[in-house]
């Protein structure tokens, strides 16, 4: 039987250090002098960039506690990046104690500052209830905001919300054209949701064919798309 596929909070914090990739290799380009490049004249960025590599133990040692020390001194000056990774801390409970409703708050930040990760992870918190009272409505609103920035997780959301008529009209149209978006940008999720649209018939013919775009999912190593092309044989 096809089963609800949507991102969960926890895989979305990990895919957002993969979107930081490229400030990670800016950060070890800069740590030869570790803590000793910071100075009272230290950019937010700089400071952030050196929390992120504590965060990830990344040309420093691995230190939760210093990575939260930096990221809440950048997030005190603004810096939205740094207020996204302060709420992460907040949420998984590194360098700080677990605070959901403190994680929402850092998130909410740098979400409304325009921070794609953020905005796609607030969608999540109303979505899943996490620090804030479930909203459906205003996490379509988030992950669209998301979404829109590039946020190939939240394009994938979306189909999923408009799949099963989450604070929004269950159209299996929209549903198919947001997960194709994400698909088409090699997202394995959307992927798999495609090809379970196709195996049952959901706002296009049922087409087993096209449901192996379950396939493309299973390449890439999810676990649940070669599970059902298993079921298949």
Not at 115 to 133: C, K, P, R, T, V
């Amino acid at each position: 039987m096809y089963q609800r596929k949507i991102t969960p909070l926890i895989q979305s914090l990990l895919l957002v250090t993969l979107f930081s990739s490229g400030l990670m290799a800016a950060a070890c380009s800069a740590e030869s002098s570790n803590t000793e490049i910071l100075s009272n004249q230290s950019t937010p960025a700089e400071i952030y960039k050196l929390g992120l590599a504590y965060y990830e133990g990344d040309s420093v040692p691995e230190d939760d506690d210093k990575a939260f020390e930096l990221f809440e001194k950048a997030a005190n000056q603004g810096y939205a990046p740094a207020k996204h990774y302060l709420g992460i801390m907040y949420y998984e409970g590194l360098g700080v104690d677990q605070n959901y409703q403190k994680a929402f708050e850092w998130v909410k930040q740098a979400a409304n500052q325009g921070d794609s990760d953020a905005q796609f992870n607030l969608g999540i918190m109303y979505h899943e209830s996490i620090g804030i009272e479930q909203d459906y409505q205003k996490a379509m609103q988030w992950y669209l905001l998301a979404a829109n920035n590039g946020s190939f997780d939240a394009q994938n959301n979306i189909g999923n919300f408009y799949e099963y008529g989450y604070g929004v009209t269950q159209d299996y149209d929209k549903a198919f054209e947001w997960y194709a978006k994400a698909a088409d940008q090699g997202l394995d999720v959307a992927q798999l949701n495609i090809g379970g649209l196709y195996e049952n018939g959901y706002g296009v013919p049922q087409d087993y064919d096209e449901a192996l775009n379950v396939q493309k999912a299973a390449d890439q190593g999810n676990q649940e798309a070669s599970n059902r092309i298993g079921n298949w044989s």
